[in-house]
């Protein structure tokens, strides 16, 4: 870990690099620098450090005068005598605020809070885990309300902005508040699809497929659909490759 110390004064800077041998022994101080204008100078010329500790009060100004200057990228510890400058501080880097007279413990702290930070500053962004496919739908009949397994429908379709339903054991039909678009993100993938902006079939209530005009197909399901049921032109090729299971 290569660190750069921001600091003028000389006892303050002999006290940190005390504390950081302690609590870091294969840290590596690369500079110790006092000034706005040496710490311009270093950031533009030298390869950016791991981390650095940095003093607000500088002999030639603030050291927030530094970020107007220079794009730091660079995490930085603050070590200061004053607390009016917290806020400002979190906006330019800083993973923590030191108060002087620094402290061995808040030091220690602080280097365990940089370490977490270089963790999730190299770590792959963990993506979320897929979630369950829908298992059960709750339909409304009349005034009552009753759950139909997912496995038992046969296909989803739309009429009139409304969404229905139609099960393979009974054949019968309840309407859904919920969008196609909605079910279709929510179903498993390797049973249902969807043909055209008006249906999603399931793939056992599939009874018979013939070709239809533009490289179309026309399916027959069971229970019979009261519409014609056409695979749509620009789903017909990843119709066929979802009935093989590709």
Same mark, same amino acid.
């Given at each position: 870990?290569?660190?750069?110390? $921001? ?11 005390? $504390? ?35 003093? $607000? ?14 794009? /730091? ?19 330019? #880097? ?8 620094? !402290? ?22 963990? !993506? ?66 969807? $043909? #055209? ?32 049921? /056409? ?16």
């Amino acid at each position: 870990m290569k660190i750069v110390l $921001i600091e003028d004064e000389a006892p303050a800077l002999r006290r940190l690099e005390k $504390i950081i041998a302690e609590h870091a022994p294969d840290a590596e101080i690369v500079q110790r620098l006092d000034s706005v204008e040496a710490t311009v100078q270093y950031l533009q010329q030298q390869p950016a450090p791991d981390l650095m500790f940095m003093d $607000i009060h500088l002999a030639d100004g603030s050291a927030f005068d530094v970020f107007e200057q220079v794009e /730091v990228s660079v995490p930085i510890i603050f070590t200061t005598a004053f607390d009016a400058y917290t806020l400002r501080a979190f906006k330019v #880097n800083a993973i923590d605020y030191l108060m002087k007279p620094i !402290k061995s413990e808040e030091v220690k702290a602080a280097l365990e809070k940089f370490q977490q930070w270089q963790i999730r500053a190299v770590a792959p962004p963990v !993506k979320a885990a897929p979630s369950e496919p829908l298992r059960r739908i709750l339909v409304r009949l009349g005034q009552s309300m009753r759950l139909v397994e997912v496995q038992d429908v046969a296909y989803f379709y739309t009429r009139d902005k409304l969404t229905f339903l139609v099960t393979r054991s009974t054949g019968k039909r309840y309407p859904l508040d919920m969008p196609l678009d909605r079910l279709e993100e929510s179903l498993d993938a390797s049973l249902f699809f969807r $043909i #055209n902006r008006q249906f999603i079939v399931q793939i056992h209530a599939i009874k018979e497929m013939h070709p239809h005009s533009k490289s179309r197909l026309k399916i027959d399901l069971d229970p019979p659909a009261d519409v014609e049921t /056409v695979v749509s032109t620009e789903r017909a090729a990843d119709f066929r490759q979802w009935l093989v299971g590709g």
